[in-house]
């Protein structure tokens, strides 16, 4: 594959020896599902999401001068504290990417970053995380290379985002974005996303993402063993398939508008996820009983008032509510009314469709 266009040659670090960047990142939610990948987060299928908005990270790199280049020194400041839980998971990131940033062993470097949700809320901060790291470190190459291109600078953050999580790589623009090769998709690729390329149909501007927190712990499993059992399991290779069809269909939905199609598509979408994990071995449920009866709650309310909303899954027990714009005041009621009872401390979270990192 093409990776060495992302490799960085032309760049002086001369004259720069402290410094500072800083990047707000949103997280996404998936409507195909990313869950299989290959060695260095390569997608086994195509995945769509929607870029949020109130959900997003916030890091400031700061860079200094490193005189001993073979030893690569990093600090985490998590919250305001030094944190060491993240730094392997950092460390093994800068690592990967030290190929295609060579001058970072030029610096000592402080990742010090913040969530606008709370660390315990079941809400993966590892799309927006990644993502915020990997547009500081752009920023950084942009003032060693002034050269390198809008374009170019967007494309290499996703690059580089996916090397530290594959759905970093959606992070970084909105409102739509599409990750993993699809013959029919323009510019899709495996290697980093892309903004969708066509005219996305009103009914989804400012579309809403109500996120209620039915279980705030940690993850049961960690998305990377999730990715795993993807390997041996009985259903991949029909799941990979079926992806990539969902991917046709939701390209034609953004476009046509058709909200019937697109709430029949992303609530399978949600399902099949959660069943592959039920099917695979080891098998969970990450559901919990709340977020059931918010399903049903859901499908009960769309069948008797005809409103678009439907749901969409993480790996987690978390319930994402989609809704258009137009319908948010009914919408609004029935959730504050009717489920946010079954959410943990009664918690939720207002998000909705946003434009990518700033
Ligand atoms: C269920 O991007 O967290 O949210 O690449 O191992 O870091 P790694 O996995 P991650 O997987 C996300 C899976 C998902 C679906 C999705 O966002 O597409």
Known sequence: MATNEFISTNFSTLGLTKTSFTCKAPSNIALVKYWGKEKD??????????????????????ISENKNPNNFEVEVIFEGKKNEDFKPKISAFLER???????LKNY??????????PHSSGIASSASGFAAIAHCIMQL???????????????????????GSGSASRSLEGEVVVWGNHPEIEGSSDLFGIKFPYKIHDNFKNYHDTILLVDKDEKQVSSTIGHSLMQNHPFAKQRFVQANENSTAIKNILQSGDLKEFINIVESEALILHATMMTSNPYFILMKPNTLKIINK????????????????????????LFPEKDKIK???????????????????????GLGTK
Request: aromatic residues 12%; proline residues 4%.
């Open 108 to 117: 000592k470097l402080q990742i010090d970053t913040r969530n606008s949700f």
């Open 331 to 353: 919408i609004n009621e029935f959730i504050t009314k009717q489920l946010i009872q079954y959410c943990q401390n009664n918690s939720y979270i207002c998000d909705r469709i």
């Open 97 to 103: 990417i030290i190929t295609y940033c060579p001058y």
């Open 298 to 321: 859901i499908w009960a309310f769309r069948k008797t008032t005809n409103l678009p909303i439907c749901f969409t899954l993480d790996a987690g027990a978390n319930v994402h509510i």
């Open 41 to 62: 987060q390569i997608p086994k299928n195509t995945s769509i999401s929607f870029t949020l908005s109130a959900c997003f990270t916030v890091t400031t790199l700061v």
């Open 141 to 163: 190459e942009k003032q060693l290379n002034p050269n390198i291109t809008t374009k170019h600078f967007i494309k290499k953050a996703s690059f580089l985002a996916r090397l």
